[in-house]
């Protein structure tokens, strides 16, 4: 199924600092699992889970867990591409 949460964090892509908008199919509000509905979730300290991108420009996908509304550290992974030009 394609659905899934917007979470709305600040976090920009750290390669290229454009906006990214964040995704999340596993969200707990005070531990209780929320639906995949399209909702618009602000980060408050009742939301944990994880949440995800991927930064179109840059081609690398992000996550991010979520405590407590606290976002941990920026995971990344390359999407693997035909073009393998990649601006450092
Ligand atoms: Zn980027």
């Not at 600040?10 to 390669?15: G, L, Q, V």
Request: hydrophobic share 30%; proline share 6%.
């Amino acid at each position: 199924m394609g659905l899934y949460n917007t979470i709305l964090s600040d976090i920009r892509c750290p390669n290229c600092n454009q906006r990214l908008e964040w995704q999340s199919k596993r969200i707990t509000y005070d531990g209780y699992l929320l639906a995949n509905a399209m909702q618009t979730i602000p980060l408050t300290q009742h939301i944990s889970g994880e949440m995800h991108t991927s930064c179109d420009e840059c081609r690398i996908f992000y996550e991010v867990e979520i405590s407590t509304g606290e976002e941990g550290p920026l995971m990344s992974s390359k999407i693997p591409s035909p073009k393998t030009a990649q601006r450092n």
